[in-house]
């Protein structure tokens, strides 16, 4: 086992285009999607809405600010009107007293998101003032300390229309579900080592050796496990401090995350070695399997702003979204690994079985 | 030491291999020699217990292989019909991991890789990428991954296939020297009676999967001890005359070659002179003319009807 692991690095070091290129994709894509925006906010323009006044307007404006996420510039109406209609701006958000309006001049992709968030401000806002009406003085400060300083906070409706909160934070999401994703490729194509030595025949030469053939798979199966954990490790050490990414405290709660989610695909790898035929159909099913995994699995795009049932479904089959939903809960929610039970033994079972459906697949065809 | 019993492969209902009885001597050097398809490969791969047999067993010391499957991967080299090597590598690092596979550590795993390196010629090439080999180095270097545990048995399936006159001669000097300076057994496939004829005591000879013929090379020359053969050399063909000689009563098979014809006649026949009679009714042009013990390849045309290589 051992020397079949070792020999597969020294493959490595004389063939290694492959996994470098993988890895500054990676490197290059968060880079330019999340690098630069962490001062860079997301600039809204609000006017006062017609008839309501100019300090009410303020205020809500001041409580809109508090997110870290977006910024609202009160402008006057006059302005902001000419800048929707030069199409500068698609939309913007007009302040009432105790209540607000979505002025829309163009369809914009980010409209769902400021109308979400200022929805759930508002909310917020009155709940607080109902409460203070009804008792505690203290309340206000009571509920601010005990929320987290969230950075975005928007609400979705799931299948069940019950309400859940979740923080947006670009830089994590692209770092994370851009990491994750190029890693699947790494790992599988690392994987594909198995399918080329049985084609060229020098797997049947190591099954006439004394090696046991359990020790030629995991063999292969620990070095692309090495192979995907490193790369995933050393991008998050990279951004961390290169680039000062907060990744929150807990560096070894994410490191078991990234091992249990190596495992799943390199097992999910496995599979699809079991289920095609050669390593040109293996080729030209990876990026598929990638593309489909990460786009259903939210690691384009955050899964909690996704309201397709279908869509919703489907992500529950994919490794990729337990990975990204265990190290967001470490990253920006600052939950431990006791939290994690859950999407990590769903790894390792998606893990166990793929393998063992794999490996008895790839036996039976011989 | 090594024997085959009744082995049998059934491939989606026709046996490429069928009822097989081999044995080996230790020392011995054995051919095994067959058209394309004849059997051959999967022959030696149920030997090296790479795939299972449909039927049948092979022994090694009377011990099953089936069921022991360790005990001949411990003692056998096995050389495989295609070049399985790692191309990415240098042929040292080629022999130095299939060296380790078989427990080969260290200063001993070195020294082995280069004497089978100083064995194969290749010192110099050592540390250049497999890749960038000749095919007739790259065949070399297929044939040292099988022995840097020095083997006690050496199966070598169609070593020396596409290569050239000089590497070809240069292995079988190597083989013919483990079998006769270290006493390595080996088993030797090929589809080239020149090779076997030069190397191996005895023969098996297959075809469609079964063994027609074996023994000692003479015992199997003296299938056709009675018979010599014709070879006739023409300037182009010419159909009626084959057609004429065939149905001569005296002359036992005509074959048509690339030169020109070969004959199989009865050991003595005086038949030269109707053949040049023969030649010139028809216009041939006889350019020249050779009259031959049987070869191997002669005993395999007699008993297939076929030629070995088309
Ligand atoms: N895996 C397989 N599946 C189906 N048929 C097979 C398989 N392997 C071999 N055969 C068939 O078995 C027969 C014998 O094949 P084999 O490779 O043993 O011949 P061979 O004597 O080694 O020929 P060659 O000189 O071309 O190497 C052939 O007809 C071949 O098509
Ligand atoms: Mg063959």
């Given amino acids: 086992m051992k020397s079949i692991y070792l020999h597969q690095w020294q493959r490595f070091r004389r063939a290694p285009m492959l996994v470098v290129s993988f890895f500054l994709l990676t490197v290059v894509f968060v880079f330019t999607l999340a690098g630069f925006q962490s001062d860079d906010k997301f600039t809204v323009l609000a006017l006062v809405k017609e008839g309501s006044s100019d300090q009410a307007a303020e205020e809500w404006i001041d409580r809109l600010n508090e997110s870290e996420g977006m910024f609202f510039d009160l402008r006057e109406e006059e302005e902001v009107r000419e800048m929707m209609r030069d199409g500068r701006r698609n939309f913007a958000l007009a302040v009432g ?270 | 030491m090594l024997e085959t019993e009744e082995l049998r492969k059934v491939y989606k209902g026709t046996a490429a291999v069928d009822s097989v009885n081999l044995f080996l001597e230790k020392g011995e050097s054995v051919g095994l020699l067959g058209p394309n398809g004849a059997g051959k490969s999967t022959t030696i791969s149920m030997i090296a217990s790479l795939i299972a047999p449909s039927a049948g067993d092979v022994r090694l010391n009377g011990k099953s292989v089936l069921k022991h499957p360790n005990e001949i991967r411990k003692v056998l080299g096995i050389v495989p019909q295609e070049i399985a090597l790692y191309p990415e590598l240098t042929a040292y690092e080629n022999l130095k991991f299939f060296g380790r596979i078989y427990g080969l550590k260290g200063e001993a795993l070195s020294r082995r890789v280069q004497e089978v390196l100083e064995l194969l010629g290749l010192e110099d090439r050592q540390k250049d990428l497999v890749k960038t080999y000749s095919g007739g180095m790259k065949r070399r270097i297929n044939i040292g991954a099988a022995l840097l545990h020095e083997p006690e048995i050496l199966i070598m399936d169609e070593p020396t296939v596409g290569i050239d006159p000089q590497s070809r001669s240069y292995i079988l000097d190597t083989v013919r020297k483990l079998n006769e300076e270290k006493g390595m057994t080996v088993l030797y496939t090929s589809h080239y009676m020149e090779e076997v004829e030069r190397l191996c005591d005895r023969v098996y000879i297959m075809d469609h999967g079964k063994v027609i013929a074996s023994g000692t090379k003479d015992e199997l020359k003296s299938i056709l001890s009675g018979e010599e053969a014709i070879l006739v050399e023409m300037d182009r063909d010419y159909p009626e005359l084959v057609k004429e000689l065939d149905a001569d009563e005296a002359i036992l098979q005509t074959i048509e070659t690339d030169k020109g014809l070969k004959l199989i006649v009865p050991k003595g026949s005086r038949l030269l002179g109707k053949i040049f009679q023969a030649a010139e009714r028809h216009g041939a042009q006889i350019s020249n003319i050779t009259v031959q013990v049987p070869t191997l390849e002669d005993v395999f045309l007699h008993l297939t009807g076929r030629k070995l290589r088309d």
């Fill in chain 1, 97 to 366: 007293d105790s209540d607000y309006r979505m002025v829309v001049a163009a369809e914009d992709a980010n409209l769902m998101r400021v109308e979400s968030y200022t929805a759930q401000v508002f909310r917020e806002e009155f709940r607080l003032m109902q409460a203070e009406e009804a008792g505690g003085e203290n309340i206000r400060e009571d509920i601010q300390s005990s929320l987290e300083d969230p950075v975005l906070t928007v609400t979705t409706e799931t299948i069940e229309g019950a309400e859940g909160t979740f923080v947006y934070d670009n830089q994590i999401q692209t770092l994370f579900g851009m990491t994750l994703f190029f890693s699947i490729y790494t790992m599988i194509f690392s994987l594909m080592n198995v399918t080329e030595e049985k084609r060229t025949g020098t797997w049947d030469r190591l099954i006439v050796s004394p090696l046991k053939k359990s020790q030629m798979y995991i063999g292969h199966f620990l070095y692309c496990f090495t192979v995907g954990c490193a790369q995933i490790v050393v991008i998050f050490l990279l951004f961390k401090y290169g680039l000062g990414f907060d990744l929150g405290g807990n560096f070894p709660a994410i490191l078991i995350v990234v091992g249990c989610y190596a495992f799943a695909i390199v097992a999910l790898g496995t599979l699809l070695m079991g289920l095609v035929k050669s390593s040109q159909q293996l080729q030209a099913v990876i990026p598929i399997v990638a593309t489909a995994m990460a786009m259903l699995g939210g690691a384009f795009w955050p899964i909690e702003i996704v309201t397709n049932n279908i869509v919703l479904f489907l992500s529950q089959g994919m490794p990729i979204l337990y990975a990204l939903d265990a190290l967001k809960s470490i990253a920006i929610y600052g939950r431990g690994l006791a939290d994690l039970a859950q999407p990590l033994s769903i790894l390792i079972i998606f893990g166990v079985v793929c393998m063992g459906v794999g490996v008895n697949l790839m036996e039976r065809r011989g």
